[in-house]
């Protein structure tokens, strides 16, 4: 199974920094630490992240697919899907635009599929997608977990304790992807 591949990271700041010199209490007239902030602000985005599998701005994809319908795999919160491209017997390329829906499949996931009478010949995808949170959809729960960490790590720089990672850990519990090794 081919698994998407993010081809354009979002390019703004999951959380506003304004948002987070609030949460560490920085007057708005300090601008000392701004800097250090943002970097703060893009290793919380990070790390969450990479624990949850999920893109916390709004990013776009690729996903070269053997068929179709199917659902879209370990990427969650799919926003649109911009194109789906089918190579024929040929190896044509050609454009589909207008013959499927997007479909939720539980709380996170997306399926493609076909409108009904819908027949083709196709013998591979290329779908071309974005997903992703804009800052008014990132869980409450997710928030909170980039909240202490931004906390922690400005606090604490470089010397992180484990009681902050385990309530970290529990906030994003629900939003985690267990891997296994």
Known sequence: MNYPVRTQKYD???IALEKALAW??????????NDLVKDLIVMAADYVET???ISLGISTYEWEADCLPGVIPDTFY????SSISGSNASGVNL???TDYRLLKTGKRGRKIKWIDGY???YTGFTITFTAGFDEEEIPPRILMAIRALIAEWYDNRGNLTQEKKTFVDNLLAPYAIPYVA
């Not at 560490?24 to 630490?33: E, N, Q």
């Not at 799919?78 to 899907?81: F, H, R």
């Open 51 to 53: 624990e949850c599998n």
């Open 78 to 81: 799919v926003q649109e899907i």
């Open 24 to 33: 560490l209490r920085i007057p708005d007239s300090y601008m000392g630490d």
């Open 119 to 121: 027949r083709h010949d």
């Open 95 to 97: 454009i589909i635009d």
């Open 12 to 14: 703004t700041l999951p």
